[in-house]
């Protein structure tokens, strides 16, 4: 009995005493990498964010590259080609800043035509610009606000659905012989220059030119969302 009572004694005393053993060094050192370290430059700042350290691909080598990216979406180590590509292709690469160049570029352009076709559609430079016909007049169509959900109940939304599906077929096909190593073609180059914009000019004078073209793109963007936020509260021309 005396011996079973020493026993627990021992044993409650052990469960008080500091604890010796140490935690391995082999396990420690084998932590894995962090991928923030991937992510970034910790030897330079944003050009647009100085307190942010630099986004590993943005280095300011394309058009428009300002260092802006504070969630450092261009870093993520990702393959989209799985986007618009079968799994059973092998030989495929379409890194994440070039797939976020093309969607810059896409959105960019869609919001400069569709600003000035909401304005434009409203008689803000003037005059009312419409289709001919009179499913399309101010009388059955008073805002560019109203807009979609009366073509949609007139059916006239269909052809626009079918374009943009046409579209996006042929885009998505260029990405493809992107992905698979085919065509070395830059983010967002259709080649479609009608008016020779870029014919004769030096790659300094280009790069001019595709910085404008992107850095209006993101104004686009902007204004219209803010036209589309504001119209409800401004019916009828609410520009002037």
Known sequence: MKLAVAALLAGSAAAFA??????????????PERLWDTMVDKTERSASLPWLPRAINLDGSMPGDVGFDPFYLSSIP????????????????LPTLYWM??????HGRVTMLAWF???????????????????????????????HNILVNQGSMGFMLLAVFLVEICSGAVLVEVSKGESDRAAGDYGL????????KSEEE????????????????LAFAA?????????????F
């Open 18 to 31: 500091p604890n010796t053993v140490k935690p391995s060094t082999t396990s420690i050192n084998a932590m």
């Open 78 to 93: 990702k393959d989209f080609s799985g986007f618009i590509q079968p799994p059973q292709w092998e030989e495929r690469t």
């Open 101 to 106: 160049r093309e969607a810059e570029l896409k």
């Open 117 to 147: 076709g909401w304005l434009a559609a409203d008689g803000a430079f003037g005059f009312p610009l419409r289709f001919p016909g009179d499913m399309y007049s101010v009388e059955n169509i008073p805002t560019s606000y109203d807009a």
């Open 193 to 200: 220059d009608p008016l020779q914009f870029l014919k004769g």
């Open 206 to 221: 280009v790069n001019r030119m595709k910085t404008r073209e992107i850095l209006n793109g993101r104004l686009g963007m």
């Open 227 to 239: 036209v589309a936020t504001q119209a409800p509260n401004h019916p009828g021309f609410p520009y």
